[in-house]
């Protein structure tokens, strides 16, 4: 084979080797997917910064618990004494139309309170005993809650003596409870 008398003077032979190189280099960075740049880098990174959880520590289950009890236990401490006292009043003006609807709200926001204590679950057991009390407390009041409820559609006044004992008792009980909440 003879090489041709262009490519043979040894200058024009390097910058024939050096473009076919460069030609060859072409489709193989076609082929890595481009796309490196410096826009792709900083977004990528950027994103996973913000997707990485928060280096806040992991809440401490007692101290949850706790919190949880306490202001829940307060929300259902209100909210009974709400009820009783609306009971109380209802019990003065029977004929005014206004009761039953006032009552059954009272059942139903207690009911939603109870719900949130009740799935409670004592972190050691040290709370055992007293998620026992708790519980116990939470189970009266959301009985006179519904006896309430029974109360205000039936226009039933002995239901209606019974949820204000039921909620008494209940009160009296989730009263004590709270006062038994374990120290930290």
């Given amino acids: 084979m003879t090489i041709p008398s262009s490519i043979a003077r040894p200058g024009r032979a390097a910058s ?5 190189f460069v030609l060859a280099l072409v489709p193989i960075a076609g082929c890595g ?16 910064a913000k997707n990485r959880p928060s280096p806040t520590a992991t809440p401490d ?15 259902l401490s209100d909210a009974t004494n709400k009820a009783v006292a609306d009971m109380l009043t209802a019990a003065e003006n029977q004929a005014d139309p206004k009761w039953p609807g006032i009552m059954i709200a009272d059942a139903d926001a207690i009911t939603v309170v109870t719900a949130d204590l009740k799935g409670l679950v004592a972190p050691g057991d040290a709370y055992r005993e007293f998620a026992k009390n708790l519980d116990a407390a939470v189970a009266q009041v959301e009985k006179g809650a519904q006896t309430l409820k029974q109360a205000a559609t039936k226009a039933s006044a002995d239901l209606g003596t019974q949820a204000f004992l039921d909620l008494s008792e209940g009160k009296d009980k989730l009263t004590a409870a709270l006062a038994s909440l374990p120290a930290q």
Avoid: P
Avoid at 33 to 48: C, L, R
Avoid at 64 to 69: D, E, G, S
């Fill in 16 to 20: 024939l080797i050096a473009g076919l």
């Fill in 61 to 75: 289950a007692v101290a949850a618990y706790r919190q949880k009890v306490t202001m829940s236990g307060k929300k």
């Fill in 33 to 48: 997917g481009g796309g490196d740049d410096i826009k792709n880098i900083q977004s990528t990174a950027t994103a996973a």
